[in-house]
């Protein structure tokens, strides 16, 4: 297996994800990425939205290194709230942001 297909798999794992997950999210086939396994060279392509859908960048993808410049990965539930901010009006965008601001800083008890 190729350090490239390791890195894939440790990101997988990481999330959660299987590799049907991947595949959904790049449009790559299952079998393109089971030959990536047993040591296939993907395309710069293929390599381009693996690195998007894992939200790392293209050089910790292929060498392994810069590991820090990856980009944390959202939670659904954080995905679910920017898919919301995003689809409001600016006049309530600056509403959400003003309720933010408001809440930051202050603690609240756990419930």
Same mark, same amino acid.
């Given at each position: 297996?190729?350090?490239?297909?390791?890195?894939?798999?440790?990101?997988?794992?990481?999330?959660?994800?299987?590799?049907?997950?991947?595949?959904?999210?790049?449009?790559?086939?299952?079998?393109?990425?089971?030959?990536?396994?047993?040591?296939?060279?993907? @395309?710069?392509?293929? =390599?381009?939205?693996?690195?998007?859908?894992?939200?790392? /960048? %293209?050089?910790?993808? !292929?060498? *392994?290194?810069?590991?820090?410049?990856?980009?944390?990965?959202?939670?659904?539930?954080?995905?679910?709230?920017?898919? @919301?901010?995003?689809? =409001?009006?600016?006049?309530?965008?600056?509403?959400?942001? /003003? %309720?933010?601001?408001? !809440?930051? *800083?202050?603690?609240?008890?756990?419930?």
């Amino acid at each position: 297996m190729s350090d490239l297909y390791e890195r894939i798999d440790y990101e997988l794992d990481k999330r959660g994800w299987f590799r049907a997950d991947l595949c959904r999210e790049t449009g790559i086939s299952e079998g393109t990425v089971r030959g990536w396994k047993r040591g296939s060279a993907p @395309s710069a392509e293929a =390599l381009y939205k693996v690195s998007q859908a894992f939200g790392i /960048s %293209l050089e910790y993808l !292929l060498t *392994g290194e810069n590991h820090q410049k990856e980009k944390a990965a959202l939670t659904p539930e954080e995905e679910k709230l920017l898919e @919301s901010f995003r689809s =409001l009006s600016d006049k309530e965008k600056n509403a959400v942001m /003003s %309720l933010v601001k408001s !809440l930051q *800083g202050k603690i609240y008890p756990v419930l």
